[in-house]
């Protein structure tokens, strides 16, 4: 199983980026995918995670409202759309999947599965 991110870079404040995650792998089955990261020195955090039926959706409270979670669960995609960007949203944004109970959905360490991270830059 793979899962691979893309779509980070450099933007300014109040900028948008679209983050994707592609899944691969013959076996791969999840019941989440789910967005964190990481900023320097920092711990990784939760962003947001959807349910691979996409019924639900839920978000750290440092991004609710600025970003969007969706996934196309027939192609085994996931995306973050990040609007109004600021500065502290600066990390190394990853992807993660696995089969998860919803309620350990925020809880980095119930996934298996992991995209490499791709950076994203917000400069004020």
């Known amino acids: 199983v793979q899962l691979q991110a893309s779509g980070g870079g450099s933007v300014q404040a109040g900028g948008s980026l679209r983050l994707s995650c592609a899944a691969s792998?013959?076996?791969?089955?999840?019941?989440?995918m789910a967005w964190f990261r990481q900023a320097s020195g920092l711990e990784r955090e939760f962003v947001a995670a959807?349910?691979?039926?996409?019924?639900?959706?839920t978000y750290s409270d440092s991004v609710k409202g600025r970003f969007t979670v969706s996934a196309e669960s027939s192609k085994n995609m996931v995306y973050l759309q990040m609007t109004l960007l600021k500065p502290e949203d600066t990390a190394v944004y990853y992807c993660?999947?696995?089969?998860?109970?919803?309620?350990?959905?925020?809880?980095?360490?119930?996934?298996?599965?992991w995209g490499q991270g791709t950076q994203v830059t917000v400069s004020s």
């Open positions: 993660a999947a696995d089969l998860v109970a919803w309620r350990t959905s925020m809880n980095w360490k119930t996934y298996n599965y």
């Open positions: 792998g013959r076996t791969f089955r999840s019941t989440v």
């Open positions: 959807i349910s691979t039926d996409g019924g639900r959706t």
